[in-house]
């Protein structure tokens, strides 16, 4: 069963631990920015949010601008 992932999640690799934030999903896989900027798709079942840093994180986006 995989759990459901949201953009903005901070996300733990299961083979070696690295950590990184999730940029997409689709129905089986994260699109997942890791802490050494890459970049990478990786199966559901391989990753763990890691909810208190997830909660700690402050990505803010921009507000909108009038022009």
Known sequence: MNRLFKIGDCV???LDGA???VLG???HSCHVI???TF???EKMD???VDAELTQ???IALPRRMSI
Do not use: H, P
């Open 39 to 41: 970049v990478s798709w």
């Open 46 to 48: 391989l990753l763990t």
């Open 25 to 27: 999903m689709n129905s």
């Open 19 to 21: 950590r990184g934030v």
């Open 12 to 14: 733990i690799f299961a």
């Open 56 to 58: 700690k994180q402050k």
């Open 34 to 36: 890791w802490e050494d």
